[in-house]
């Protein structure tokens, strides 16, 4: 099966750590891809849900560290962006638990661009400064 994402040269931002928790969090959501394909139970999105978020959270709090470290001067328009990021993830992940959405192409496009358009247009501007 094609993957929903596929890594790309495009989404380096020449830092080996970073590229490989954006590698993981590609893998995640290719696995969610996966399963919504497959038709996956309740408790398996679920549990994907949460890898997401929790994975979502250590990724930016160790992006955030490194730009801090490097002296990134738009750090903390970059933290707002990713605090909204995060939202959007527990809120999906809320709903879902709620029973008020079910898992749909709708949402494996959003997350698609909810983690590429995040690379490719705000983690990009720190490439020069870590
Ligand atoms: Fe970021
Ligand atoms: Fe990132």
Do not use: C
Request: cysteine-free; charged content about 30%.
């Amino acid at each position: 099966m094609k993957p929903l994402i596929s890594w790309h040269n495009s989404f380096s931002v020449n830092n080996d750590i970073i590229d490989s928790q954006h590698k993981k969090l590609i893998d995640i959501i290719n696995h969610f891809y996966e399963v919504f394909k497959r038709k996956g139970n309740i408790e398996e999105i679920e549990q994907i849900l949460a890898e997401l978020k929790d994975y979502t959270k250590y990724h930016f709090s160790a992006e955030e560290s490194i730009m801090e470290k490097a002296g990134y001067p738009d750090l903390e328009e970059h933290k707002r962006s990713h605090n909204q990021l995060v939202e959007k993830i527990v809120d999906i992940e809320k709903k879902f638990l709620d029973r008020k959405i079910t898992v749909n192409f709708e949402m494996m496009t959003f997350l698609r661009l909810w983690l590429t358009n995040h690379i490719l247009e705000e983690d990009k501007l720190y490439i020069n400064f870590i």
